[in-house]
């Protein structure tokens, strides 16, 4: 912390530093011209401004110089420990967005930061390129030509195709641009290509093998819009969802005789059921109840009926019904055993009570109205007491006819609903607006429903306790996440991997017409693969049946040649295909990875079917650790919408947009360092404000990095390299300074916090840097060109360029690699492109012996001596003052080692005061000196020589300096006036 005491004590010090900024610069203007030549001034041609597009443009000529596209390919010819960070497959379905480019570039840092640390980086960018996602959107932009008219499956999917290496083009061209390290033309992955696809039917052969694939018939979330299953992954939730929620009295028509009393006659009394979906009522087998609650039987008072409900629900129930109910009977829960109910819409169908763990008191009366084809509960009752399970509801969301005449052709979510509820009418109590959280598509944004049908499913409950068990050994960043994963796995009994659309891997299974019989087997399977590692999976639906199960399949598979068979229409769930990408992305045997990077939605979707269909084939986690992002919102944390005008286009933010002043062009660089900057977040806000700061920020570093390059003009390492012994002892500090500094650093880059190294980065450049640069100045101008002093500090420099310049690296690449080609000289050679690259550096580790805790201690020391000093002066004319400081003991003996000399104006301690001149007294001053002086006494507490502290008294004599204001160095060192100081002189005479 070189300085930090001086920089935040108080406003006074934080003046005086500003000062010495803006005071050196001025001093230099004034500074006559006939010594201009004889100073040491700073000379490099690294621009400074990156205004008005010159950022964008200048990047893309660094992007050819320093060899972006070759640096992958070059990393992976090293003999290096491996590294694997496997690219999560974003969906090839539109254009890049901010979202893309915090998930890209948070993995760039990461591997760019791999290759400095001397790792080989096993990267390989891949896409989605499946689903109903790219359905949609390729049906919308190809509507001419693919419509309901001509929506043939190999229509569709030729369609979808291009529209998926459409999208893919754009993005990958957006990802160069970003910086972002990979061999983009040899090894990207896509779920299309028929290698993969191939391998994940030899996957889903695999998991039906050991037990985990399963088919059955059961409630799944349904969305009509898209006419297929859906699973929990590709839902959302509306929390303003307005359902017609009904209180609906059932007739109790058999109560057991243990109820039958003179408060509670035989007949004459109703069930009292709360349900949001009035559709499934005509589909109801069974009421529910839980042998935990107490139920009670109220009589209304105003019309005399009878309703049983649950005692805790008495209250709100009366409240809601506006009627007031008399608790007449307390019904113990088992007592409702072997009671019968009539169906409201047909009194001749006696139906049963039955009891059920998921019935609670938290909405509506304890009593659920049970639907089994339209939800999961209910379905597991009708199971456990052979219900029905007929499903009345098409694949369209409509009743069909076995729902009856009343029923048949409506809409459940429309007109069937609003007419449930017309024909139950004198059944109802009461109907409410119910506002609550409803899910809906995750793509066409419509409700779903839950509909009973035949799926294909794994058995997440088989898997669980080992992936629960694998998934604990996982490092997760930010650790807090990690809860969320384990809460999603818990709560997860199955897995519906089966979709009923077109754009996708079809599921590899044929059905005997006669006796409908699912065919699956090795054989049917093997020869699929075959098919598909020639044609792809067009093949499902390009080739004859004679082709895809031809005669010798039907042989070996011991099945009737001359019988039925037709093909599945299902196609596997896009959390399959990108889940399998660990199997289908690796050319062999696929390893574990050390890094998934994405963002926290992943949990529910890639993360979850990753792991879960690793560890059913080999029983472990995919990946060593889980890196979790949050995801970009405008500055008032608004989600981004087209409709609301929020959106924020990346390559705006590179390239500017029409109206410049607007949006203004700041590169990538300032993409870049605003998704390190806040990745930590989970909502990442972006916009003007947020971009400029981000853009001043580097702006101020890149002042910092010029004034060190230019300042090293003339130091070569292997000419004027300074052993640590001979360094000067505030120079010594600094790197001690900068060991702390570099260290913090790698460990935050080794736990993947890049928020935290630029955070560290803003406050050492603007703290210690700066600081340093204050102080250090006038030796590295106006002392001897190759003297020992301002050779000294140029050590100091060059590893502070070196450091802050790998700190940036991962960040910032573009910058850093400016900043390297302008150190090692700008490459001509079109031969040589890319063979100075920063990353084919090493990561810079500190030096141990920049580690030095006693000169720590002692500048501690002293610069609470040069707060006391600026505190008593109150003046931004420091350079104007001499001090004498007059201590004893341990403090006079460190202050002897910054200043042998009794009095000198050029030594460390003068150099760390900033002032004219110090005098080093054992005693205190004469009374004469006294009379004109600013007298101030302190108390420090000093390390010993034991490593104890002790406190010390200090005094500080402060008077305005007697010399003169040299012409060259513009210090108040010169005896006489018009002419220089002597150090100066000598300088001039050594030539």
Not at 88 to 107: E, Q
Not at 245 to 269: D, E, H
Not at 936 to 946: L, N, Q, Y
Request: overall charge negative; aromatic content about 10%; proline content about 5%.
């Amino acid at each position: 912390m070189l300085f930090r005491q001086y920089l935040i004590a108080e406003k006074v010090s934080w003046s005086c530093h500003a000062y010495f900024r803006r005071a050196f610069c001025k001093l230099r203007k004034k500074s006559s011209s006939k010594y201009s030549d004889t100073l040491n001034l700073p000379k490099t041609t690294f621009p400074l401004t990156m205004k008005n597009g010159v950022a964008a443009v200048r990047e893309l000529e660094l992007q050819q110089v320093c060899g972006f596209s070759e640096l992958y390919a070059w990393q992976r010819k090293q003999k290096r420990e491996e590294y694997i960070l496997h690219d999560g497959p974003p969906y090839a379905n539109g254009n890049p967005h901010v979202g893309h480019a915090i998930n890209k570039i948070l993995k760039d840092i990461t591997n760019r930061y791999k290759v400095l640390k001397g790792y080989k980086v096993h990267y390989v960018p891949g896409w989605d390129c499946h689903g109903l996602p790219i359905e949609l959107k390729a049906m919308e932009k190809y509507k001419a030509s693919v419509n309901s008219g001509s929506s043939a499956p190999q229509e569709i999917r030729k369609k979808a195709r291009q529209f998926a290496k459409d999208a893919i083009l754009i993005q990958s061209n957006a990802f160069k641009r970003w910086g972002v390290m990979a061999d983009w033309a040899n090894t990207c992955y896509f779920t299309y290509d028929k290698e993969y696809e191939a391998k994940q039917l030899q996957l889903f052969y695999a998991l039906f093998k050991k037990g985990y694939v399963y088919q059955d018939y059961m409630p799944v979330y349904w969305s009509p819009s898209t006419r297929t299953a859906l699973a929990e992954a590709e839902l959302e939730y509306n929390p303003d969802y307005i359902s017609k929620a009904i209180y609906l009295k059932f007739p109790i028509s058999r109560l057991p005789p243990a109820l039958q009393t003179n408060m509670i006659p035989a007949k004459g009394i109703y069930a009292l059921v709360w349900t949001t979906t009035p559709w499934t009522i005509p589909a109801n087998q069974a009421i529910c109840y839980n042998n935990s609650i107490r139920y009670c039987v109220g009589k209304c008072l105003e019309s005399g009926e009878l309703f049983l409900f649950a005692a805790d629900c008495h209250q709100n129930i009366s409240q809601t019904l506006g009627k007031r109910l008399e608790i007449i009977s307390e019904v113990p829960s088992d007592a409702l055993q072997g009671s019968k109910y009539t169906h409201p819409l047909s009194p001749e169908r006696e139906l049963p009570f039955l009891p059920g763990h998921h019935v609670t008191t938290t909405k509506g009366t304890g009593l659920v109205h049970t639907a089994p084809a339209h939800g999961h509960d209910d379905f597991k009752i009708a199971l456990q007491n052979g219900l029905s399970l007929d499903c009345t509801v098409n694949e369209d969301g409509v009743f069909n006819e076995s729902a009856g005449p009343e029923f048949s052709g409506k809409e459940v979510l429309g007109d069937g609903n609003s007419h449930a509820i017309e024909l139950l009418r004198q059944h109802i109590c009461h109907i409410e607006d119910f506002t609550h959280r409803y899910p809906i598509d995750w793509r066409s944004k419509k409700p779903v429903i839950i509909r009973a049908s035949r799926q294909w499913f794994i058995n997440t409950e088989r898997i669980k306790e080992k992936a629960l068990e694998c998934f604990d050994a996982v490092n997760v960043y930010p650790k807090s996440m990690g809860q969320g994963m384990v809460s999603l796995l818990n709560s997860r009994p199955y897995w519906c991997i089966s979709r009923q659309r077109v754009w996708g891997v079809p599921i590899p299974v044929f059905c005997q017409q006669d006796t409908g019989k699912t065919i699956l087997n090795s054989h049917t399977v093997g020869h699929l693969v075959e098919l598909v590692k020639q044609h792809g999976t067009d093949c499902w639906w390009d080739l004859p049946m004679e082709e895809l199960l031809p005669t010798e399949v039907l042989q070996k598979s011991g099945l009737d040649i001359n019988g039925s068979y037709v093909k599945g229409g299902d196609i596997f769930d896009i959390w399959f295909d990108s889940g399998s990408s660990w199997m289908c992305a690796f050319p062999e045997k696929p390893p574990v990875a050390d890094l998934y990077l994405e963002g926290t939605d992943q949990f529910r979707g890639w993360f979850q079917s990753s792991l879960l269909l690793n560890v059913a084939l080999h029983g472990q986690a995919p990946y060593k650790n889980l890196l979790v992002h949050g995801f970009a919102v405008d500055e008032e944390g608004k989600k981004m919408s087209k409709s609301i005008g929020n959106v924020v286009d990346p390559q705006v933010v590179i390239d500017g947009g029409k109206d410049k002043k607007k949006d203004p062009s700041y590169g990538a660089d300032v993409l870049r360092w605003w998704a390190a900057r806040y990745h930590t977040e989970n909502s990442i806000e972006i916009g003007p404000t947020v971009l400029e700061q981000s853009n001043e920020t580097i702006y101020k570093l890149r002042k910092v990095l010029r004034f060190l390059l230019g300042n090293l003009n003339d130091f070569n390492l292997d000419e004027h390299e300074v052993g640590m012994g001979d360094l000067l002892p505030q120079d010594q500090y600094m790197l001690h300074q900068l060991h702390g500094f570099v260290t913090k650093v790698t460990d935050s880059y080794d736990e993947f916090d890049y928020h935290r190294v630029l955070v560290m980065l803003e406050k050492f450049v603007n703290m210690e840097v700066a600081a340093y640069i204050v102080i250090a100045k006038d030796r590295l101008y106006c002392d001897c060109a190759d003297s020992l002093t301002r050779r000294s500090g140029q050590m100091v420099l060059h590893h502070l360029l070196d450091i802050l310049t790998k700190t940036c690296a991962p960040i910032l690449p573009h910058l850093a690699e400016e900043i390297h080609l302008h150190r090692c000289g700008d490459m001509s050679d079109d031969d040589a492109l890319g063979e100075n690259s920063i990353f084919k550096e090493a990561w810079s580790e500190p030096d141990p012996d920049w580690f030095n805790p006693d000169i720590d201690d002692t500048f501690k020391s002293l610069l609470k001596i040069r707060d006391l000093f600026y505190k008593k002066i109150m003046s931004s004319e420091v350079v104007m003052f001499d001090v004498a400081i007059s201590s004893s003991g341990r403090l006079s003996q460190l202050l002897k080692t910054l200043q042998p000399d009794r009095i000198s104006g050029n030594s460390p301690l003068t150099e760390l005061l900033q002032c004219s001149q110090v005098t080093i007294l054992d005693g205190p001053p004469q009374s004469v000196i006294l009379e004109k002086a600013r007298v101030a006494h302190g108390e420090i507490e000093i390390a010993t020589e034991e490593k104890d502290t002790t406190t010390e008294a200090f005094t500080l004599t402060i008077i305005p300096s007697p010399n003169y204001r040299c012409e060259r160095c513009r210090r108040t060192l010169a005896t006489k006036p018009g002419q220089p100081c002597q150090r100066c002189m000598d300088v001039l005479e050594m030539g």
